[in-house]
T-cell receptor, first 115, second 116 residues
Framework: ETGVTQTPRHLVMGMTNKKSLKCEQH?????MYWYKQSAKKPLELMFV???????ENNSVPSRFSPECPNSSHLFLHLHTLQPEDSALYLC??????????????FGSGTQLSVL | AQSVSQHNHHVILSEAASLELGCNYS??????LFWYVQYPGQHLQLLLK??????LVKGIKGFEAEFIKSKFSFNLRKPSVQWSDTAEYFC??????????????FGQGTILTVHP
């Protein structure tokens, strides 16, 4: 266990559904991230939250909406997704101290299938 | 923008063979470099990292990587692989300085299969 828990592990949704992915970290970190891992493509950074403030939105379509209510929780709200959005969505956390000890701790991911 | 290229998609070795996985990055400034590993059924975890200093860095489980600035490379090596090294390996880069450490640009990954 990394201390980063993602639910659900698997999600199947239709294009008109609304669903949410949840991430919780038990490490006392102050930064959280959403990454997308598509088949045969590199992991792509989607969003970064530092101290509960969004500091990065990597040109992600508005059908993905992140929410960070506190430093331990991160959500990804999904609405009217497309089949090409099917992927593994990874949450990560880190302690942003601006030094060489920082590293990312990843969750196990949510495997999303959009029908 | 940064980019990372991993030369091999799938590497197959026998136990005790030596390993070298290639990684090249594209970025004109100072970088921090990482190798992450994902064992079957497990989460991504950090294998080793380079921030500054000695360009030869050592990580967990006998892995090492060498940063060659002139070649924009950060190749991963292990002198003798084991069956338990079977995993997918990801090279990643981020701009050095500030609070950009979590904003990694990843390569496509290399699947390593080690036969006993």
């Amino acid at each position: 266990e990394t201390g980063v828990t993602q639910t659900p592990r698997h999600l199947v949704m239709g294009m008109t559904n609304k669903k949410s992915l949840k991430c919780e970290q038990h490490l006392g970190h102050n930064a959280m991230y959403w990454y997308k891992q598509s088949a045969k493509k590199p992991l792509e950074l989607m969003f970064v939250y530092s101290l509960e403030e969004r500091v990065e939105n990597n040109s992600v379509p508005s059908r993905f909406s992140p929410e960070c209510p506190n430093s331990s929780h991160l959500f990804l709200h999904l609405h009217t997704l497309q089949p090409e959005d099917s992927a593994l969505y990874l949450c990560a956390s880190s302690q942003v101290v601006g030094g060489p000890n920082e590293k990312l701790f990843f969750g196990s991911g949510t495997q999303l299938s959009v029908l | 923008a940064q980019s990372v290229s991993q030369h091999n998609h799938h590497v197959i070795l026998s136990e005790a063979a030596s390993l070298e996985l290639g990684c090249n990055y594209s970025y004109g400034g100072t970088v921090n470099l990482f190798w992450y590993v994902q064992y079957p059924g497990q989460h991504l975890q950090l294998l080793l990292k380079y921030f500054s200093g000695d360009p030869l860095v050592k990580g967990i489980k006998g892995f090492e990587a060498e940063f060659i600035k002139s070649k924009f490379s950060f190749n991963l090596r292990k002198p003798s692989v084991q069956w338990s090294d079977t995993a997918e390996y990801f090279c990643a880069v981020t701009k050095a300085g500030g609070t950009s450490y979590g904003k990694l640009t990843f390569g496509q990954g290399t699947i390593l299969t080690v036969h006993p």
